[in-house]
């Protein structure tokens, strides 16, 4: 089939000749619909992308797959272990860039078999600044709910069911599924309302925490029970419970807590008005979760006096910023957001000291077994953690840990209990000791059960000598520690106006890579395959970074969808790559590779090769330098030495002819594949 050289020559090709992809998908002559722009996949109607996949996949598998009764089994089901997210290409989705779970499957179907995994961002209810890693509630994200399926499917009428479905269906299609699991909440979210002794409490007065106390939560209950003897409502006869009956989920399970705190559960703008009466209730008396922090020393508090350092709310509430008292270079405090409390303090938390031989089990139990409840029902295969580089104990990672080391490893522990394949890949970014956690981070993940990690690549510029020598670094922690650094093409945090630099050069590089270094996981952010060349910044509405939120006013403010790219030339590159990998991945999957020109430590070489270590097929060799041509005996020599013959070049134009190209010279970014 034809590849399209232009965004315009990819829209029309679908617009006006879409049978010719769709029916070498239907046959199965594809494991995606080739030359389909994502953004208009995501516009397919429910009823045509209903018939593609009844066509693929048989009437009775589609149909066993949309009923939400049924679980489809995954792909990985049969393995003992997390270690197959070891070398898989995962690809994350902000469902809040195309608008419902439904159209995550219209968007798996420009994914070829290579990409075989999802990552789902945070799925439930949202609070501040509608947040999607700001919890409010364990209740999924009503913004997610396709009408258009529910019209066609009228079973699907709810977003519980249509989660549960589209699960089900990227089962089917071979593909793997993941959640995020987040150790906070939104700051006054339903479910710090409900269990205030799960979080850490502050009181602040103007400028000054009056108190911080081990069991400030206490008088927080205190107060929530006032709250309900003043406003009544559903729970007036409930008001002369004693705190130690009505927060123990002995007595009062959480469901009917909440229910008597906040109204029926689908009843959302209920639910909201009367939390936000329970918040003013208890902000008037300055009790407020402590915020979430990042990095060394991570405790030790104090309210931001700049004049600046506040915001004022809709309903006039003024929020004072809070800032760590000796900060370091990367200290950072996430006012929105509540930790779980999973340790007790020591002297009563009088100088913010965390006693790490205390932990707080029935937390640890808690936030263990909502994960366990989510993993089961929509039958996720393995976990995202978020802000897994937190590492709080000065002393760094112990030589033993136990279970109540990390809050992700427990989760994934408790969770493999139920589903042995569950796998953990963990938010961190690999820095040097001492500076996104305490001690050594590649302990500390160790340490934490990781399978693998997302790493800093999408942080650096391709070619730059940091790019090439971080590159060298993860891939020998790949094949010395026992998680594995991804190779990161884009993550949606880093698809934001202030990192357009990582972008302009060296995509073809990522992609390439990401598909072809077989033993190595990658990650990729939706959006990078049609992302323009921004040389200054566009528009807020062309960022994914920017819909993890949703702000109306100042510089993160968007209006309206999401604007996808019209970078035809790249998205005809990488349709290019995915056709490849449909040809050459089943023979070389999975397998561990042999470096032949391994990538430079120093960051001053620019040129890699490798094939693979048992059967050598191909030889794939990557000019890392975006800027000149290289002329280099040493690639010329290893393509004699192995007879190898000219397959594919990012830089050849496709005719009828035979691929010759100078074996002692390398275009700026070229990236070739030959045949051994």
Not at 120 to 143: D, F, R, T
Not at 497 to 503: H, I, Q
Not at 625 to 648: H, L, M, R
Request: net charge negative; aromatic share 12%; hydrophobic share 35%.
């Amino acid at each position: 089939m034809n590849i399209p050289e232009s965004y315009e020559g990819f829209r029309q090709s679908w617009v006006n000749n879409p049978q010719t992809a769709i029916s070498s998908y239907i046959a199965k002559e594809q494991s995606f619909i080739p030359n389909l722009l994502p953004e208009q996949a995501v516009q397919m109607p429910a009823v045509q992308l209903a018939y593609l996949l009844e066509k693929r996949f048989g009437q009775q598998a589609f149909y066993q797959a949309l009923n939400p009764a049924n679980t489809i089994e995954s792909p990985v089901n049969h393995e003992i272990d997390g270690t197959w997210l070891k070398t898989v290409n995962m690809v994350g989705i902000n469902v809040r860039t195309i608008g419902s779970f439904w159209n995550v499957i219209k968007y798996a179907m420009t994914l070829p078999t290579a990409q075989s995994s999802i990552h789902l961002l945070p799925i439930w209810e949202c609070g501040v600044v509608a947040s999607l890693y700001g919890i409010a509630s364990w209740n999924i994200n009503p913004e997610f709910f396709d009408a258009e399926l529910a019209i066609s499917f009228p079973h699907l009428d709810t977003v519980e069911k249509q989660l549960k479905v589209t699960c089900n269906l990227l089962h089917l299609m071979g593909k793997t599924v993941g959640m995020d699991v987040i150790p906070h909440t939104d700051r006054y979210s339903e479910v710090s309302l409900a269990n205030p002794q799960f979080f850490e409490w502050l009181q602040r007065r103007e400028f000054d925490i009056i108190d911080h106390s081990e069991n400030l939560h206490e008088k927080v209950q205190e107060r929530i029970l006032d709250f309900l003897y003043q406003y009544g409502g559903t729970v007036a006869e409930h008001y002369s419970r004693r705190k130690e009956d009505f927060f123990n989920n002995d007595i009062y399970s959480e469901e009917q807590r909440l229910k008597f705190l906040f109204g029926e559960k689908n009843n959302l703008e209920g639910r909201n008005k009367r939390r936000n009466q329970l918040i003013n209730h208890l902000f008037a008396e300055g009790y407020e979760p402590v915020p979430a922090t990042m990095a060394p020393p991570y405790r030790g508090l104090e309210v931001d006096h700049r004049e600046e350092a506040k915001t004022i709310d809709d309903d006039g509430r003024v929020w004072r910023d809070y800032v760590i008292a000796k900060p370091q270079a990367m200290s950072r405090v996430f006012g929105p957001l509540a930790r779980v409390k999973l340790y007790d303090s020591k002297n009563e938390n009088r100088d913010w000291e965390v006693d790490f031989s205390k932990p707080r089990q029935k937390v640890w139990d808690y936030m263990a077994q909502k994960y366990l409840n989510v993993a089961q029902h929509y039958n996720f295969d393995f976990m995202r953690g978020d802000m897994s580089h937190v590492q709080m104990n000065p002393n760094g990672t112990p030589s033993n840990p136990d279970n109540y080391y990390d809050i992700h490893k427990y989760i994934k522990y408790v969770v493999r209990q139920q589903k042995p394949s569950f796998g953990y890949f963990a938010e961190s970014f690999l820095a040097p000791p001492n500076t996104m956690a305490y001690g050594v981070e590649e302990e500390h993940l160790e340490g934490s059960d990781t399978d693998t990690t997302l790493g800093d690549l999408q942080s650096m510029v391709v070619g730059s000598e940091k790019f090439v020598s971080e590159f060298a670094r993860y891939h020998y922690l790949l094949t010395t520690r026992k998680f594995a650094p991804n190779f990161t093409i884009m993550t949606a945090d880093k698809d934001d106006p202030r990192f357009d630099e990582f972008y302009v050069k060296g995509n073809e590089i990522r992609m390439f890579i990401g598909l072809f270094l077989t033993d190595m996981p990658s990650y990729m952010a939706l959006g990078f395959e049609q992302r323009d060349t921004h040389l200054s910044p566009a528009p807020n509405e062309h960022y994914t970074k920017l819909y993890v939120f949703q702000l109306s006013e100042g510089d993160k403010a968007t209006h309206g969808k999401y604007h996808w790219g019209q970078n035809g030339k790249l998205f005809s590159n990488i349709s290019i790559l995915k056709q490849i990998s449909e040809k050459i991945n089943p023979s070389i999957q999975n397998q561990e590779i042999e470096w032949i020109i391994q990538p430079d430590l120093t960051g001053q070489k620019k040129v890699i090769a490798w094939t693979q270590k048992i059967i050598q097929k191909y030889l794939f060799i990557v000019s890392l330098n975006t800027e000149f041509t290289i002329e280099t005996d040493e690639v010329k020599n290893i393509i004699e030495s192995k007879n190898a013959k000219p397959y594919f070049s990012t830089h050849y134009t496709s005719s009828n002819e035979p691929m010759v190209f100078p074996n002692n010279l390398l275009s700026a970014g070229e990236c070739r594949i030959y045949e051994i």
